[in-house]
């Protein structure tokens, strides 16, 4: 008999091996076995201790959460039409499951039964997350109230599941092929990658709107009815305005049908609306406390952003003749800017990145600050272009981490970080399982046999996924509910990965990760200097930006009714902060991923409020470099001894304490938004 690949739990999924016809039979026997785990600890004669729930129902729940793991990665990084199949018929029950696990109120009362004093200070937390989390997975609700809650949870994730198919297949559906005459001024590197419309029988150069060919040709081609066709395709993807022949993709009635969904549940609870819901498990008291946070940064952004887009009509009337620049013109006109101002474009630095040279920087950065190493190792995996690393201290395995940098067909947009297993002192075999992360980009690959060349921003993602990737691997908590990224607060998840960006704004580390891609030399330290006076160039338009999803997402999920237009509501955020207008038919809530299908929902706004923690973070080490600089000894950022604190008091923490107590063992007191302003020039 052949045996099932997601039934394999001896050591690291079999990626190569999972095949769409996997999948149903593995979630019947993982489903089965956790329902008889389910029956075995809610019996009346189990006892009631965490070692005993944990020996017997978390052992299966986690072998199915790392097998329908494993199958959700595929979904997001190689999709086809059989896995998709697969996926959706499997997730009503896995859904159905999990919610009425959350709900079972004889676990619950088990849980609540357990005597606090036998437990550890990790499992005291761990204890704390499981009872608010069953209130708010309706454990405390009875008859018809309970089974419409899990109704709305099962139709929640069919929905979201909808969204991002809706969102994917929109973006890849897309392609315009554009002549000679039109990408005049879009790098070379991106015109080979575009040259293959001649294999589809294609005239010209076919264009996408995946990032790695939208953003340059916006950013570089010289006509603007080209940016301007790319511009109304990618804000209209997966909406009501995109063109005839994508209507499919429509998500309008799903976004309208899942924001109800939402508002149900939250009344069901006993809340006013889902934001309450959403900040439970946060840093931030109320949804109140978001919403003055927000209009605070951008009545403080305003001054500078309105000094941003002053300077680009100017430029763009005196030096482009454009005296009326449009949405899809101010990313070309800001290049042109920023060549202008400072003598230095993207596509210059972009040379001195490959990403061979760039991962060897970060490793070294990572190996240095928190006294570990890097080595190569091996595991199957999904695609060939996809490599497996493993993080060791003293010659003791700590982590392991895949890494998926090259876009392509059939994988989502943008990058995230995930994790495969967490770190865990097992309770049925009494040892220690360490943690494995997938770290997923979506960057340009290699031409005519050169190295893929990354933009800084490139890096910068990188760099943050990878700070993600840290946060879970380096936990030293034993509890997997609370080690790594588990437990942590949601607004506080982002200060490791924004953390990790700040370095690459330090010279020191980037001469030592740039070589340009056909001479070898390392980035000059003139150029490096430009990139340096440009770092805050338009930054009080990019931190407006954010404010604009963040307080839309908020007010979506308490003020705004749900049978209403959400444009209407968009709009307004619009012109309260925005100060680039958008064109009527835009529509870029309809992919708003990060909300509708990625766990965002209320909560996008963490980017913001973590960027205050991470910046004050990054100032200690700032801090320590300033004074081992007056003492005339080493004046990098890349300080072991601040790297260490950091480690011990966040990166090893996880989530086994609150976020504001592991920054204060850190910081010694409270985060300041005053770091945050200066490292944005906005002091």
């Known amino acids: 008999m052949m045996t099932n690949p997601l039934l394999d739990f001896s050591d690291l999924p079999l990626f190569d091996q999972i095949q769409p016809e996997h999948v149903g039979p593995a979630m019947d026997d993982l489903l089965a076995k956790a329902e008889t785990a389910l029956a075995q600890v809610t019996a009346d004669d189990f006892p009631a201790t965490w070692s005993g729930i944990a020996g017997v129902l978390d052992v299966a729940t986690e072998n199915l959460g790392r097998a329908w793991g494993a199958v959700s990665h595929l979904n997001s990084v190689a999709d086809t039409p059989e896995l998709r199949a697969a996926y959706n018929a ?20 088990k849980y609540k039964a357990i005597d606090v004093a036998s437990l550890n200070e990790e499992q005291l937390q761990a204890h704390k997350n499981a009872i608010r989390n069953f209130v708010l997975s309706g454990a405390e609700l009875t008859g018809a109230d309970k089974e419409r809650f899990a109704l709305i949870q099962e139709r929640q994730a069919e929905l979201s599941q909808k969204f991002s198919e809706n969102s994917l297949d929109a973006t890849d559906a897309f392609a315009y092929y554009a002549t000679d005459d039109e990408v005049a001024g879009v790098p070379d590197d ?32 010289e006509s603007s009815s080209l940016r301007e066709k790319l511009y109304k395709a990618y804000t209209t993807r997966a909406s009501d305005q995109a063109l005839p022949e994508f ?80 949405p899809w013109d101010y990313a070309y006109i800001g290049e042109k800017l920023k060549e202008a101002r400072y003598a230095f474009s993207e596509q210059e630095v972009k040379q001195y990145f490959t990403a061979p040279k760039v991962l ?10 928190f006294e570990v190493q890097i080595r190569e190792d091996s595991a199957p995996v999904w695609k060939p272009g996809v490599a497996f690393y493993r993080i060791e201290r003293d010659g003791q395995l700590v982590g392991q981490f895949y890494l998926d940098q090259p876009a392509r067909t059939g994988k989502r947009g943008g990058a995230w970080m995930d994790d495969v297993r967490a770190r865990w002192l097992r309770p049925d075999t009494g040892k220690l399982q360490t943690p494995v992360a997938h770290l997923v980009c979506n960057f340009a690959e290699g031409v005519g046999g050169k190295p893929a060349l990354l933009t800084h921003d490139d890096v910068t993602t990188l760099f943050h996924e990878f700070g993600h990737g840290l946060h879970h691997m380096l936990t030293q908590v034993n509890e997997h509910d609370v080690s790594g990224i588990s437990g942590v607060e949601w607004d506080a998840v982002e200060l490791p990965s924004q953390f990790m960006e700040n370095f690459c704004w330090e010279w020191e580390v980037l001469r030592q990760m740039t070589a340009h891609v056909d001479t070898g030399e390392p980035l000059p330290r003139t150029l490096f200097d430009k990139m340096l006076a440009a770092k805050n160039f338009q930054s009080g338009m990019q931190t407006l930006r954010q404010v604009e999803f963040s307080l839309f997402d908020m007010l979506l999920h308490t003020s705004h009714n749900p049978d209403e237009d959400l444009m209407g509501l968009l709009n307004e955020v619009r012109r309260e902060v925005a100060v680039i207008s958008s064109p009527a038919y835009s529509r870029t809530a309809h992919t708003f991923s990060h909300i509708f299908s990625g ?27 300033a004074a081992n600089d007056e003492a005339g000894s080493d004046k990098s950022t890349v300080s072991v001894e601040a790297g260490r604190k950091y480690r011990t008091a966040i990166l090893e923490a996880g989530g086994s304490r609150p976020a504001m107590e592991s920054f204060k063992a850190f910081r010694g007191r409270e985060p300041s938004l005053d770091a945050l302003l200066r490292h944005q020039g906005m002091a």
């Open 599 to 625: 766990g965002y929902a209320a909560g996008y706004y963490s980017y913001k409020w973590a960027e205050v923690l991470s910046a004050d973070a990054y100032a200690a080490f700032e801090e320590t470099a």
């Open 90 to 109: 499997a997730l009503p029950r896995v859904t159905e499951f999990w919610t009425r696990l959350g709900a079972d109120e004889r676990l619950y009362a």
């Open 360 to 369: 060897t920087g970060l490793f070294r950065i990572v190996e240095t600050l």
């Open 190 to 221: 991106v015109l080979q990658t575009a040259a293959q419309a001649e294999a589809e029988g294609k005239a010209g150069y076919r264009l996408s709107l995946k990032m790695p060919s939208y953003l340059p040709v916006m950013q570089f081609a």
């Open 247 to 326: 209507s499919q993709f429509d998500n309008s009635t799903v976004m309208r049908e899942i924001l109800a969904l939402r508002q149900e549940e939250s009344r069901l609870l006993g809340y006013q609306n889902f934001g309450e819901v959403s900040v439970v498990a946060k840093m931030a008291k109320s949804p109140e406390e978001v919403v003055t946070f927000l209009r605070d940064l951008a009545r403080r952004a305003r001054p500078y952003a309105e000094k941003d887009i002053a300077d680009l009509r100017r430029f763009a009337a005196e030096k482009l003749n454009q005296t009326d620049p449009q």
